[in-house]
């Protein structure tokens, strides 16, 4: 018995072995009736959120169920720097580089961000494992409180000495003048930053990956609509420039925070704020504390070295910056969507370690694994083949095509095999122990890629194909070392 279904005449279709009848339509069995159905049912079951705990049933299931929304937050995350620089790159080559090199320093805002978040994600997770929302509530307070200082303190600085920081990283005269205040509303409005991660943190080791997810959908809706419209100045908004593509991205975020305090103390969410929670535990704070400072290391030490990287491409020349920047942006929105699968795999091993069931969470970590590298195995390949196109799309000057394909092909050459270890990376983090990816990000960046990366690039002459190489070289022996470390299993007995 079989029965007619409409569906695009495209290669789903064809994947499921249906016949093409007239119209587009296909005959499909109804066991393939039953497959697509299923599948339909967990996309719906993943985006709405319903599941929030994952120590029990099939773990294949629980990475899908959490790794969808997780990776739909990231993508809308990452889309925030695509559009940005979609939209800049209208303007000209100097406002690129005021948008990459500002980028490359406010990554390390974007590392205690992650850091915070990191911790939080940990704690929350562990206590809802325990069975504790009470204990979970309490901790993201002091997360809260323990962000928002480092924001107010981080911003002052950073917009007093916005200036010096391009100048540092070799910005013309005339590309300061271009991008000052850019630079200074991203610095000054870090906070939104760190607070965006840190709710998006505690929703995830809540196992409410959906919620994370609708916060950046809508502050990604705010800054599309407003970056044509601040940048351009169209209709009655003025013509701002690339100043106008921080001011929208900042809102868009503003809107995105708003959302999340929404859930957090409508007293809906799994982890319900309430006034009671609303005061300082130091005890909290400091272990919090403790993990956040080596979690932001860990990340602070990469993207410093993403600085010093910058800083020799910029020996080769604006076309070499503009290239590199758009590459890294269309990696990023690559990159980051896998990070939602290796957040997925950080919240699996926080709640089946609360829960006392460590070899779940450790299988947890190695289905995603390969999961991951399957996915970026993919996406690779694609990049690599199309890159002048992707690169042309943003700007078509020769030059900066040029750099830009060259640092496509050989970063995601590298990055194959660092798709299973970023999974490996993030589950120690998901178990507390941050002080692991630390040392081999340490080791990997700093002994490794700068020394590596100045060699090819200044001494050997090799300039911007030296730094990838460099690049793509520490990418996978961190996946290598990770992989390693994590097989001894010393992380399943970390206390938090």
């Known amino acids: 018995m079989v029965c007619a279904v409409l569906v695009p005449l495209s290669a789903f279709g064809r994947e499921l072995n249906c016949f093409p009848a007239c119209y587009g339509a296909f005959i499909c069995t109804p ?4 497959i697509m159905s299923k599948i339909r049912d967990i996309l719906w079951e993943a985006v709405q959120g319903k599941e929030k705990q994952f120590t029990t049933g099939s773990i294949k299931k629980a990475i899908v169920l959490l790794s969808i929304p997780m990776i739909l937050e990231m993508a809308m995350e990452s889309l925030f ?10 303007i000209g080559v100097e406002a690129v580089n005021v948008v990459g090199l500002t980028e490359s320093v406010i990554t390390i805002i974007y590392s205690l961000a992650w850091g915070i978040a990191m911790a939080a994600t940990a704690m929350v997770a562990r206590r809802i494992g325990e069975d504790k929302p009470e204990e979970a509530a309490k901790a993201a307070v002091q997360a809260i409180i323990l962000a928002m200082i480092l924001g107010v303190v981080l911003g002052v600085v950073g917009f007093i000495f916005a200036g010096d920081v391009l100048r540092l990283m070799g910005a013309s005269a005339s590309v300061i003048e271009t991008g000052i205040n850019y630079t200074r509303i991203s610095f000054a409005t870090n906070i939104i930053i760190l607070m ?6 505690i929703f995830r080791g809540a196992g409410d990956a959906a919620i994370a997810m609708y916060a950046l959908w809508i502050a990604n809706a705010v800054n599309i609509i407003l970056d044509p419209l601040l940048i351009f100045g169209i209709g009655p908004f003025p013509e701002m420039g690339v100043t106008g593509a921080a001011t929208a991205t900042a809102i868009g975020r503003s809107v995105g925070i708003a959302f999340q305090l929404y859930i957090l103390f409508n007293g809906k969410s799994i982890v319900p704020i309430a006034v009671r929670h609303l005061r300082v535990h130091w005890d909290i704070i400091k272990r919090l504390a403790k993990v956040a400072a080596t979690g932001a290391g860990q990340f602070i030490i990469a993207s410093a070295s993403w600085i010093f990287l910058m800083r020799i491409i910029a020996l080769s020349g604006p076309e070499a910056v503009a290239g590199y920047t758009i590459a ?3 990696i990023v929105f690559t990159i980051l969507p896998s990070w939602g699968l290796a957040n997925a795999a950080a919240t699996l091993v926080g709640q089946n370690l609360g829960a006392g069931q460590p070899d779940r969470a450790e299988a947890s970590v190695w289905k995603a694994a390969w999961y991951n590298m399957a ?4 996406v690779s390949i694609v990049f690599i083949i199309f890159a002048p196109f992707f690169i042309g799309f943003f700007n078509d000057t020769p030059a900066v095509v040029s750099a830009g394909v060259l640092s496509l092909r050989i970063i995601f050459a590298g990055f194959i095999f660092y798709g299973f270890g970023m999974v490996v990376t993030q589950a120690f983090n998901g178990a507390g122990d941050t002080r692991t990816p630390t040392l081999l990000n340490l080791l990997c960046f700093w002994v490794i890629e700068i020394p590596a990366g100045y060699l090819m690039a200044v001494m050997l002459g090799m300039g911007l194909g030296g730094v990838c190489l460099a690049v793509a070289g520490s990418e996978t022996l961190l996946a290598i070392f990770s992989i390693l470390i994590f097989r001894r299993g010393k992380w399943k007995k970390v206390e938090i």
């Open 375 to 378: 996915f970026l195995l993919s």
């Open 81 to 90: 720097a695509v559009v940005d620089v979609f939209f800049v790159s209208r």
């Open 31 to 34: 066991d393939q009736l039953y």
């Open 328 to 330: 890294i942006r269309l």
């Open 196 to 201: 965006l991660f840190l709710l998006n943190g």
